[in-house]
């Protein structure tokens, strides 16, 4: 099955900036997901979005951070006001089937990094 | 706190060995089990999941659930070099959709 695709592979940012991270899903998908993996650790769950509201989110997704459908399509997940510990892997996530599915496929990621 | 435990590793294995992972979940209530490949610096790559207990098989593949014993674990049959990744254990509390990660245990293949 296709897979989602997420841009930009790569984003560097200095710390205080605001940097905007984008997802591509299959155009008939509602529910979506955002995960962060710092280098080394553990994929952490940030926020599922469904229908274009957000479903859940973790204790990881504060103020600084905000996801929008902005045009109908894309995923955007924002992240205000950049710190160092920002610096991750960045993944989407789909749903197996078009509705709910406990299995998901994830995006190729997007590498944040903060200086 | 959820928490999804596993050996770090590296655990290496000959190429056409069985190599085994394990992992271990707190939370009795948790329903769903998956096991994710993680090549270095790519994404993680569902390759197994499985809900009951017992054995589920797919190729070389096969999820082995014990809820009684909360442990689920991955045997990965005639290993080959292109198997070396980390190995993701995955699990679902009952009535959510939100995996809980453990950190990965590393899969040395070597011919």
Same mark, same amino acid.
């Given at each position: 099955e296709p897979e989602v695709t997420q841009t930009p592979s790569h984003q560097v940012t200095q710390m205080g900036q605001e940097v905007i991270l984008r997802c591509v899903p299959i155009s008939n998908h509602l529910y979506f997901y955002w995960y962060r993996q710092i280098l080394g650790q553990k994929v952490e769950f940030l926020v599922s979005f469904y229908?274009?509201?957000?479903?859940?989110? &973790?204790? !990881?997704?504060?103020? /600084? *951070?905000?996801v929008e459908r902005p045009d109908g399509s894309n995923f955007t997940l924002k992240?205000?006001?950049?710190?160092?510990?920002?610096?991750?892997?960045?993944?989407?996530?789909?749903?197996?089937? &078009?509705? !709910?599915?406990?299995? /998901? *496929?994830f995006g190729p990621g997007t590498r944040l990094t903060v200086l | 706190q959820k928490e999804v435990e596993q050996n770090s590793g590296p655990?290496?294995?000959?190429?056409?060995?069985?190599?085994?992972?394990?992992?271990?979940?707190?939370?009795?209530?948790s329903q769903s089990f998956f096991w994710y490949r993680q090549y270095s610096g790519k994404s993680p790559e569902l390759i197994m999941f499985i809900y009951s207990n017992g054995d589920k098989e797919d190729g070389r593949f096969t999820a082995q659930l014990n809820k009684a014993s909360q442990y689920v674990s991955l045997l990965i049959r005639d290993s080959q070099p292109s198997d070396s990744a980390t190995y993701l254990c995955a699990v679902n509390a009952g009535g959510s959709y939100i995996p809980t990660f453990g950190r990965g245990t590393s899969l040395i293949v070597h011919p």
């Open positions: 229908n274009n509201e957000i479903s859940e989110k &973790s204790e !990881i997704f504060d103020d /600084q *951070f905000s992240i205000r006001s950049t710190k160092l510990e920002d610096s991750a892997m960045y993944f989407c996530a789909r749903p197996r089937t &078009s509705g !709910i599915s406990n299995e /998901q *496929f | 655990l290496s294995v000959p190429e056409g060995a069985i190599a085994s992972l394990n992992c271990t979940y707190s939370d009795r209530g």
